[in-house]
């Protein structure tokens, strides 16, 4: 079929992986693997996202018990 799939988990690696998938001549597939407790972000979040994440936020805080 063509496909590429590439998975990183070393952050050194992540420039080479990228490059590799974006070089192939074919539909691919980067799997990033990210620390579980890591807040990923839009590069432009919208007003909606941020009060969603506010909101978001604000209910773990009140469950948590740590």
Same mark, same amino acid.
């Given at each position: 079929m063509g496909f590429r799939?590439?998975r990183?988990?070393? @952050? &050194?690696?992540a +420039? #080479?992986?990228?490059a590799?998938?974006l070089?192939?001549?074919? @539909? &691919?597939?980067? +799997? #990033?693997a990210?620390?579980?407790h890591?807040?990923a972000?839009s590069p432009?979040p919208?007003? #909606?996202?941020?009060w969603?994440?506010g909101?978001a936020k604000i209910?773990?805080?009140?469950?948590?018990?740590?």
């Open positions: 799939g590439v990183v988990e070393d @952050p &050194a690696d +420039d #080479a992986s990228v590799g998938v070089a192939h001549d074919g @539909p &691919a597939l980067l +799997d #990033a990210t620390h579980p890591e807040i972000l432009r919208t007003m #909606a996202q941020e969603g994440f909101i209910k773990e805080t009140l469950v948590s018990r740590e």
